[in-house]
């Protein structure tokens, strides 16, 4: 959301990030969850909150 809000590609924001852009869509599409280190360069990218870009879902805290 907050990556076609700011209108940058994956590729862009995981060359940023330095990950691979399918990390970035795994991570896009709740298939990975990414590094605490990860996490917060992602949320200071976007000037926001971890707890914003990422929401947990009751059935996470059991992976």
């Known amino acids: 959301m907050y ?4 209108k940058v590609s994956q ?3 995981s060359e940023k990030m ?3 852009r ?4 795994s991570i896009e599409n709740g298939k990975y969850l990414p590094s605490l280190l990860l ?3 992602l949320a ?5 909150k ?4 990422f929401e947990m879902e009751d059935s996470d805290w059991d992976k």
């Not at 399918?22 to 869509?25: D, E, L, R």
């Not at 200071?44 to 926001?48: I, K, T, V």
Request: charged letters at 20%; a negative charge; aromatic letters at 8%.
């Open 44 to 48: 200071s990218y976007f000037e926001c």
């Open 50 to 53: 971890i707890e914003e870009l």
């Open 11 to 13: 590729q862009s924001l």
């Open 3 to 6: 990556r076609s809000i700011q």
């Open 18 to 20: 330095g990950v691979s």
């Open 22 to 25: 399918q990390t970035m869509n």
């Open 39 to 41: 996490a917060m360069k």
